[in-house]
């Protein structure tokens, strides 16, 4: 892989820390600005909502631009930001950061998986994505611990400042190592762009990452009480659950990335149905600890790595959506990132417990498994309805 892959593996890290940070960060946010626990928490909330409405936005916007030039931009802006977010002290500023910051990690991100994919040698656009998803395990290995630490110990606001410092590297890195416009082709014209995104393949591969994905947050969202609450664990394990999801995550997008592109089928079907045991199994055996923390490592290891599979097939869709399709793939995976999460909350505030959003994760992947065998089938039902009539 080219170097420039790993630089914007630091950028994308920075970003998704900055994205998960605040699930330890929001008492202190609301007792500092002087709001609600559940106020502070629409942070979260509205930076997912950015990251799903701004990815195909400023998708487009950077077409204006050259790829370096659009990850520049975008950088910058986060970098700023969050500068901002680190001195207010007036949350109606920082909830506007917030969404900022989102639309800036959105529009980034979607330029970055295009990019990478184009840096990528032939038929190695598979780990060119895992390389570039692997800095959002990191976050959650590293990123999310290590901001919640320095709220504890600093405030809140070393959290940000933190990631700012994080993304200064990174936009030297992005200025030096990514390949400048020169060389670039002119992407298609947008109509054709958005064309080409009717392609029945692509909207499939969306609509599966999305519900994926969607199963994963909604899991990983509710570990915590999972742990403690069914499992009997200490408060004090907490970290290392988080920490063992986003490890199993982190090697499941890398040795995703290895076989994405030479058997993407065999990693969506074997991979989604062990998932889906996967599931099932975490949310009956969740509470014998040795178990659950042993599914814990896997699930993570199996989500991200079909999770990454399906994001890159949905570029490879849509070859005559450059710019669009990074945006559109960005979107599906963050739908999934808002959904999920509030998919498990709503279980659990019906009154199923804490294994609840385990079972919806579980049936989340089923659904996924069951369009892919729908679609799969068509072709052999519709020949069998012609044979018969």
Do not use: K
């Not at 593996?9 to 998960?20: D, H, K, M």
């Not at 920490?243 to 074997?270: K, M, Q, Y």
């Amino acid at each position: 892989m080219p170097f420039a892959l790993l630089l914007l593996g630091l950028a994308v890290f920075a970003q998704g820390t900055s994205e998960f940070m605040l699930s330890g960060l929001v008492p202190d946010i609301a007792r500092d600005l002087q709001v609600t626990v559940p106020a502070a928490g629409a942070l979260t909330s509205a930076f997912a909502v950015g990251m799903v409405v701004g990815a195909p936005l400023m998708a487009v916007l950077g077409r204006r631009w050259s790829r370096r030039g659009a990850l520049l931009g975008f950088l910058c802006v986060f970098l700023a930001v969050h500068v901002v977010g680190a001195v207010t002290g007036s949350f109606e500023v920082l909830l506007a950061a917030r969404v900022v910051g989102a639309l800036a990690n959105a529009g980034f991100l979607a330029v970055a998986l295009v990019t990478a994919v184009g840096m990528a040698e032939p038929g190695a656009g598979g780990r060119a994505t895992s390389t570039l998803l692997g800095g959002v395990t990191l976050a959650c290995v590293i990123g999310v611990p290590a901001g919640a630490l320095l709220g504890q110990v600093w405030g809140w606001r070393s959290a940000f400042w933190a990631v700012a410092l994080l993304a200064v590297p990174a936009v030297v890195a992005v200025a030096r190592s990514v390949p400048g416009g020169a060389a670039e082709a002119a992407p298609p014209p947008l109509r054709g762009e958005l064309r080409a995104l009717r392609a029945p393949r692509l909207r499939l591969m969306l609509l599966l990452a999305a519900l994926v994905n969607g199963a994963t947050f909604c899991t990983f969202t509710y570990l915590a009480p999972l742990a403690t609450e069914v499992g009997g664990l200490d408060g004090a394990w907490v970290p290392g659950v988080l920490a063992l999801f986003g490890a199993g995550s982190f090697l499941g997008v890398n040795v995703g990335g290895r076989f994405a592109d030479r058997h993407p089928v065999r990693v969506l079907t074997a991979g989604g149905a062990a998932l889906c045991a996967g599931w099932c199994a975490l949310a009956l055996g969740a509470g014998s600890p040795a178990l659950a923390l042993g599914l814990v490592f896997l699930l993570g290891a199996l989500s991200f790595g079909v999770g990454s599979t399906l994001i890159t097939q949905a570029l490879y869709a849509a070859p005559d959506a450059p710019t669009l399709a990074g945006g559109f793939a960005t979107a599906a995976f963050n739908v999934g990132a808002a959904l999920g999460p509030w998919a498990g909350g709503a279980a659990i505030g019906a009154g199923f417990g804490y294994r609840s959003p385990v079972w919806v994760s579980a049936g989340l992947v089923t659904g996924a498994l069951v369009l892919v065998l729908t679609v799969s089938l068509a072709p052999f039902a519709r020949a069998w309805r012609t044979a018969r009539g």
